[in-house]
Each structure stands twice: as structure tokens, then as C-alpha cells.
């Protein structure tokens, strides 16, 4: 059809601006992220576990009531096909109000959450970052306009200078000495940074509306990704809400350091490529087999990046943790083994979402989304009696099981089957798996043979990404000649391959 066939060829408008959004968008979130990286894991050196324990529980409030500020009422203005200036204004209106709110009632209940957690400090925390929400409003509209236009460029540059700010304020205030509230300050001068950037860089001048009359398909549609994104929260944070009274603030950080190094991948980089695949998948809903092609393309393609990222990680996690933390944080190296294994359940599971949401289906991911909360806050239950790591083994053991149940719902929706999807995930997955093993014995028989002993962990670490690296190119023109041709293709030439006949 002629839809997939403009974006095969690259030849179209449209096609263009999805590759140039692409590029801005995950271009600007890579050197975003090198850059807070790297004030991160200098600050990581300076500060204690126990410090990141503290912030660990103060997430769990600042997450759970961020889902309330507005974003999915928002994203509907995305998935509509003409947007009105008086629905924007409708929109920038009720983000104040909720964000205003969600300020208030995080004001308030910080005493009430330092008593469940017996942390006096975490009051004085949420007291402080509750400024973090009256950005919300000036960030959420200008960024979901630009979405809308697919225009990612200048929204990069604003993201590089509110990575910019965060990192020098991390920097700055833990060499000051200022311990825990580092990890308080940060975040607020990159959220303000982003947001006066963002308002800049749309030309958003406009005043809030707040007679929401005629609002009803904005909130009906931003209702019904508002239960998915509250369902998410309590699969996302449970762990940490449950685990919080049972261990102590060393070993929580330790398990909460271990789940942002092996989620790097799929929190910081997937979403991103998520917010361009769902105005672009919004503009295919009406020609759903160039919809469910462009799926199939972007998991086997982004598996194909991300599983030996998660594999490698999994076979590497120990001089991994100590180069990059530091000796004191080594103890968190199993938790780093066990939770990059399920990460690339999770890393597909992401992937349906935006391709649903486009078809106008908010609700089937509220249902996985539900699903998901029941079953991971019953495995973390179950899970924490085993202490840090039977947290990590829940991860291992319930998202196998609720991809498998989000594929069976979104399926049908997209269109795809399972040997479909299952012929999208081969050439990452089984390229990965033998590159992962291959790295795991020359690791071990290197440390039986003594080669290591005296060697830094460093250069350790490093000749076994050189050895990963080269293994999974082999592994891949070995077993997927195909789809590495396809990738080299890409990167070289910048063109994405050829739509099918039949499309």
C-alpha cells in the first residue's frame, strides 16, 4: 500500500520526517544521557548506598503521583487528526490544575509516607521536590505540539542543556557535600531548565483555559491512558513500596542501583523512540498492514541493539558494577546478573503500546497495564521474603509472563502473529544468547588460567566487550546474515529497507 511503501523508500515527506525524528529524538537522548551519566557515576562515587536507598523511597511517592499530572490528557492532542487553539488551551489549563494539586497533596502527605518508612528525611525530600511538578504543565504541551509535528530538533537542544543543567547541580552539590539532597536538587534544575527551554522552542505564549466544555474526547482518551500510566506505577513501584519497611536503606539502594544500570536501555532509550513511533504509527491507522509492518520493523530492529546490551550486561556484571560504581557497590552485582535477563521481556512489552495507542485502543493497554500490577506487586510480595535478590529473581520470573499476555491481547489489534513476532525477535535474540555464552567461558577460563590476576578490572571489562562485540557480529552472519546486511545498510546509507510486495 501506498503508506508503507512511502516510508520503504524514504522518498516521501512523511518517511523523511519519521528518519529525522528518529535521528533528533534518540540522537539527543544518547548525548543526554552520556552527559547525566557521567555526572552520575561520579556522584555515585561520592555518595553512600544508603543515600540512594533514601531517594529510592521518595521515588515511590514522586512517581506514583506524577502519573496524575496531566501527560495522557495531553497525549491525546497527538492522536487527534486536527487540534483547535482552544483545546490547547484546554489542555495547558488542566495540566496547572492537577499539577497544582498533585504539589499540595505531596506537601501534605510527606509526613505520613517519613513515618511509614520510619525516615524522617524522606519528609524533608518530598517537601523540596514537590517544586518539580508546577514545571509539568510548561514542559507537557510544548513537548506534545512538537511531537505532534514530528519536529524532534529543536526539542534535542533543549534536552542537552537541561542535561547540561542537571549534571553540573549534581556535580556541584555533592562535591559541596551536600550527600542526599544532591540527588533532591538535580532533578528540579533540569526540570526547569526543560521546561523554559521547551516554551522557548515552541513559541508556547499562550494563556490556560479552564472552562473545559467540549473537552470530553480529550478526557476520554487521556482517561483511559491515565489508568494504563497508574496500573504501570504500581507494576513499576511496588517493589521498592514493599521492600522499603522490610530492608534496610544500604541493601535498597544496592537493588535500586541494580535496576537503573539494567534498565538503562529500556527506560532511557525505548520511550524515546516510543514517542516517535506513536504520532507516526497515528498517522498508518488507517492502513494497518503498513501499521503492523512498521511494527514487526522497529522490534526486530531494536531487539536486534538492545539484546546483547542486556545479555552482555547479564555475563559482564561484575567488573561492569566495580569499574563504573566503584569497589563499595560490588555486592550489587548479582542483582545486575539476574534483572538484564529480563529485560528484553520487557523491552518488547513497551514496544506494543504506542502501536495500540494509535489505533485508538488506549484501553487494551490499560488491561495489560493492570495486569502487570497485579502480577508483579503479588511476585515482589512473595519475592522480598528472600530479601534483594528474590526481588530480582521476581523480575526474571514475572515479565516473561506478562509479555506473553500483552502479545495476546495487542495482537490481534496490530494484526501480527506469534511466528510473525517471533521471526522479528530470532536474529536479535539468538545472536545475543550465543555471543552472551561465548563471553561467559572466555571470562572463566580466563580466571581459572590466572590471566587476570593483576589486570585491572577495567581493562578486564573491557576485552570482554571487545570479545562480546566481535562474537555478535559473527553470531549474526552466521545466523542472521539477513538482517545484518539490512542494519549496515541503514547505518551506512541511512535508508530503510525495502516494504514488501505485498504491502
Avoid at 217 to 232: D, E, K, Q, T, Y
Avoid at 253 to 278: H, W
Avoid at 298 to 320: D, F, H, K, N, Q
Wanted: with cysteine.
Amino acid at each position: 500500500m501506498e503508506a508503507a511503501e512511502n516510508i520503504a523508500d524514504g522518498n516521501s515527506g512523511f518517511g523523511q520526517r519519521v528518519k529525522s525524528a528518529v535521528f533528533w529524538r534518540s540522537g539527543s537522548q544518547i548525548v543526554s544521557q552520556l552527559v547525566m551519566w557521567g555526572s552520575t557515576l561520579a556522584v555515585i562515587r561520592i555518595l553512600d548506598p544508603s543515600d540512594y536507598g533514601l531517594f529510592a523511597m521518595t521515588q515511590v511517592v514522586m512517581v506514583f503521583l506524577a502519573f496524575l499530572n496531566g501527560y495522557s490528557f495531553a497525549s491525546a492532542l497527538i492522536q487527534q487528526e486536527k487540534v483547535e487553539p482552544h483545546r490547547i488551551r484546554q489542555a495547558f489549563g488542566l495540566l496547572i490544575l492537577l499539577n497544582a494539586g498533585i504539589a499540595l497533596i505531596q506537601i501534605l502527605a510527606a509526613p505520613l509516607i517519613g513515618d511509614y518508612y520510619g525516615q524522617p528525611m524522606v519528609t524533608e525530600m518530598l517537601r523540596w521536590q514537590s517544586i518539580i511538578y508546577l514545571a509539568t504543565p510548561f514542559m507537557v504541551v510544548p513537548e506534545v505540539l512538537m511531537s505532534r509535528d514530528l519536529e524532534f530538533r529543536r526539542q534535542a537542544y533543549v534536552n542537552l542543556a537541561s542535561a547540561l543543567a542537571g549534571a553540573i547541580t549534581a556535580l556541584g552539590c555533592a562535591l559541596s557535600g551536600m550527600g542526599v539532597w544532591t540527588l533532591v536538587a538535580a532533578p528540579i534544575a533540569l526540570f526547569w531548565t526543560r521546561a523554559i527551554g521547551l516554551c522557548i522552542a515552541a513559541r508556547f505564549w499562550v494563556w490556560p483555559s479552564f472552562n473545559f466544555r467540549g473537552a470530553g474526547g480529550i478526557i476520554s482518551f487521556g482517561g483511559a491512558l491515565l489508568a494504563s500510566h497508574f496500573f504501570w506505577i504500581i507494576q513499576s513501584q511496588s517493589d521498592i513500596f514493599i521492600a522499603g519497611r522490610i530492608l534496610d536503606p544500604h541493601h535498597l539502594g544496592l537493588y535500586a542501583e541494580a535496576l537503573f544500570l539494567a534498565q538503562i536501555f529500556a527506560s532511557k532509550f525505548v520511550p524515546p523512540l516510543n514517542e516517535v513511533a506513536f504520532p507516526a504509527y497515528s498517522r498508518l491507522q488507517s492502513d494497518r498492514s503498513a501499521l503492523s509492518w512498521s511494527f514487526l520493523k522497529a522490534v526486530r530492529l531494536i531487539l536486534l541493539i538492545s539484546c546483547p546490551v542486556y545479555l552482555g550486561m547479564s555475563v559482564t556484571a561484575e567488573p561492569m558494577v566495580v569499574s563504573l560504581f566503584g569497589e563499595k557497590w560490588r555486592d550489587m552485582a548479582p542483582f545486575v546478573q539476574i534483572i538484564a535477563l529480563a529485560m528484553p521481556f520487557m523491552t518488547l512489552q513497551i514496544l506494543f503500546a504506542p502501536a495500540v495507542n494509535a489505533l485508538g485502543k488506549p484501553r487494551i493497554t490499560m488491561f495489560n497495564s493492570a495486569f502487570g500490577a497485579g502480577l508483579m506487586a503479588l511476585t515482589f510480595f512473595i519475592a522480598v521474603r528472600y530479601g534483594a535478590i528474590g526481588l530480582a529473581w521476581g523480575w526474571l520470573i514475572a515479565f516473561p509472563i506478562l509479555t506473553l499476555f500483552t502479545f495476546m491481547m495487542s495482537a490481534p489489534v496490530i494484526g501480527i502473529s506469534a511466528r510473525e513476532l517471533g521471526g522479528a525477535i530470532w536474529p536479535g535474540l539468538s545472536a545475543s544468547a550465543a555471543m552472551a555464552a561465548i563471553v561467559y567461558l572466555a571470562d572463566l577460563a580466563a580466571l581459572q588460567a590466572g590471566l587476570f590476576d593483576g589486570v585491572p578490572v577495567m581493562l578486564r571489562l573491557g576485552l570482554l566487550v571487545g570479545i562480546g562485540g566481535l562474537s555478535y557480529l559473527a553470531m549474526l552472519w552466521l545466523l542472521a546474515r539477513e538482517t545484518l546486511s539490512e542494519m549496515l545498510r541503514l547505518v551506512a546509507r541511512r535508508q530503510p529497507p525495502a516494504a514488501p510486495a505485498a504491502i
